[in-house]
């Protein structure tokens, strides 16, 4: 395979069951952690990497169920 061109945007979702670790399995895989997993304030785990054919792929896993208050609220939290 060879490497995308700049152009294309390709880009993967998966939802998981388990995200430890933040993605230092897949970058041992040879894949460049673009964004660390972490608790998000929508309710999930959620880290983003891309591999070494530079396709995007964003890891998801659901972690807690929030009300839309709720997540509101976290929402201010997380962006002042």
Same mark, same amino acid.
């Given at each position: 395979? /060879?490497?995308? !061109?700049?152009? !294309?945007?390709? &880009?993967?979702?998966?939802?998981?069951?388990?995200? $430890? =670790? =933040?993605?230092?399995?897949?970058?041992?895989?040879?894949? /460049?952690?673009?964004?660390?997993? &972490? #608790?998000? *304030?929508? =309710?999930?785990?959620?880290?983003?990497?891309?591999?070494? *054919?530079?396709?995007?792929? !964003? *890891?998801? /896993?659901?972690?807690? #169920?929030?009300? $839309?208050?709720?997540?509101?609220?976290?929402?201010?939290?997380? *962006?002042?």
């Amino acid at each position: 395979m /060879t490497k995308r !061109s700049d152009d !294309s945007q390709l &880009q993967r979702s998966r939802d998981v069951t388990r995200l $430890p =670790g =933040g993605g230092r399995r897949r970058a041992a895989a040879g894949a /460049t952690v673009t964004m660390p997993a &972490q #608790d998000m *304030f929508w =309710g999930d785990r959620y880290g983003k990497v891309t591999d070494p *054919f530079g396709h995007e792929w !964003s *890891f998801a /896993t659901h972690i807690k #169920d929030l009300t $839309p208050q709720e997540m509101q609220e976290a929402a201010k939290h997380a *962006f002042g």
